[in-house]
């Protein structure tokens, strides 16, 4: 039997799984945790990746890691990290960002010219901070790369004193800053505005079906991706579908044919690991929601879950604005949450549950109605990550959306997408392989539309009152 393992480096852990090449049935999987934090010394990730993999990596035809976007990893000359990797959720650089904007001549020159408006997440805002913060440590930057390019080139056997070319894709590298997923190049005139003149060495960047090289001990490398890209692959979405992904943070993502340009910055305009592209929403802020509202009531998730339940749609006019680590969309990254329309009838446990699982919902139909306001026509959501096994997140999904819910069965879908895309390099095919499907439950939007666009528009409301 010919196997491929796919790797999930994201921020909190390394997840591997190891896939039948053919049908795609998952036969070990395994992982290892990350450090807490929104800096991460990049060895700690490959220390992770040897221990997930440890027993399941030594047979294997093909790996490929799909990685948390956006962290910046800076290598000196001989390939040792000059500083922790500043990660995706480090707002540092929010005002670095609005530095950069203004310097290329607002919103619509950045969208054009790569598809993104800089926001704290990019790696462009990064380096940025980093050139005018640690000016020392800038100037022994030699490469720079994504969290996902540094693990693929440890994978290649790259290692302090032993440099073979790094690599990276365009999925991952559309979300830079200074990679044009329209033209399908770096802008290195971005990189050295940002840089204040540097030019440190960038990945070569990979076809999607492009191999890397191989392990040492002679496995293929494939190309990798992010997270995202990653597990659009692993659903095999199709046009009119939308990704609705509940993690600590949330995204909202799409596979078009042709690449998006949002002068509002709300949109990313990203690539995707097959050549068409991704226009992705992302928020700082989705489970998180939900953990950080049972630890304020003295509650685990399933009795939150229980509470939510027995309160009414609409939590008796109790709305949570859900901005509790800042945010990204909107670009507030300094905001706080807050908690409105509060009346004795609604200061229960469970009115505040609900709040928080409507608020988060409202929260991520924001981020469904940028996508359509680009002109994604949304078929049905497929709503995946660690919420999306609560039946109460989808029944209130489909309320609050308007469209049917898909919930895939659970499974490591980025892990996956790493995996199909190992087996399509391996087997060198113009398409990625057709796996056989998994299982999923649909929850139809509801007949009476009304119960939702009232939810929503309490949470328009309240939001508003604050950030108009």
């Known amino acids: 039997m010919t196997t491929v393992a796919g790797v999930d480096s994201s921020t909190q852990a390394c997840k591997v799984v190891v896939c039948d090449a053919e049908t795609g049935t998952i036969l070990r999987q395994a992982q290892a945790p990350h450090p807490a934090g929104t800096e991460v010394d990049p060895t700690a990730w490959w220390d ?3 221990s997930a993999g440890a027993g399941l990596l030594d047979s294997v035809d093909a790996i490929a890691v799909a990685g948390q976007q956006h962290g910046m990893v800076a290598l000196d000359a001989t390939g040792i990290p000059v500083r922790a990797a500043l990660l995706w959720n480090d707002v540092r650089s929010a005002e670095a ?5 203004a310097e290329l001549g607002g919103p619509r020159a950045w969208a054009d010219a790569v598809g993104n408006v800089p926001v704290a997440a990019l790696t462009v805002a990064k380096l940025r901070w980093m050139a005018d913060h640690e000016p020392e440590l800038a100037d022994r930057s030699a490469r720079v790369l994504l969290p996902h390019d540094y693990l693929t080139w440890r994978l290649r056997g790259g290692e302090p004193g032993r440099m073979p070319e790094p690599t990276t894709d365009r999925g ?4 830079t800053g200074y990679w044009s997923p329209s033209d399908g190049a770096y802008r290195e005139d971005l990189l050295a505005m940002a840089f204040r003149g540097r030019t440190p060495a960038l990945p070569r960047v990979l076809d999607p079906a492009e191999p890397a090289g191989r392990t040492p001990s002679g496995a293929l490398v494939a190309a990798g991706t992010g997270d995202n890209a990653g597990a659009a692959l692993g659903l095999d979405i199709a046009e009119g579908d939308v990704v609705v992904s509940l993690g600590t943070s949330g995204t909202a993502y799409a596979r078009t044919t042709r690449a998006s340009a949002d002068p509002s910055g709300a949109v990313a305009g990203f690539a995707d690991a097959t050549g068409a592209f991704l226009p992705l929403v992302c928020t700082l802020n989705a489970a998180r ?3 950080s509202t049972a630890d304020l009531l003295g509650v685990d998730l399933p009795t939150l879950e229980s509470l939510a339940a027995q309160a009414p749609a609409g939590a008796d006019g109790a709305v949570l604005v859900p901005y509790l680590a800042g945010e990204r969309t909107p670009n507030l990254p300094h905001a706080t949450g807050s908690l409105h329309g509060l009346r004795p009838d609604a200061m229960r446990p469970a009115t505040v549950a609900r709040a928080a699982y409507e608020g988060m919902l409202c929260h991520l139909a924001d981020a469904l109605d940028h996508l359509t306001g680009i002109g994604v026509t949304p078929r049905r959501v497929l709503l995946i990550g660690g919420a999306a096994r609560s039946p109460l997140v989808a029944a209130i999904a489909a309320q609050v959306f308007g469209v049917t819910v898909t919930v895939p069965e659970p499974a490591e879908y980025v892990a996956l997408g790493a995996a199909r895309q190992a087996a399509w390099a391996l087997s060198g095919a113009p398409r990625p392989p057709t796996w056989k ?11 009476d539309a009304a119960v939702g666009q009232r939810i929503r528009a309490q949470y328009q409301q309240a939001r508003q009152a604050l950030y108009d």
């Open 172 to 175: 991952d590298a559309s979300g």
């Open 437 to 447: 499907a998994r299982k999923a439950a649909e929850i139809p939007a509801p007949a």
């Open 48 to 50: 992770a990746l040897r």
């Open 289 to 291: 929601i939900l953990t």
């Open 97 to 101: 960002a609005q530095e950069l904007i």
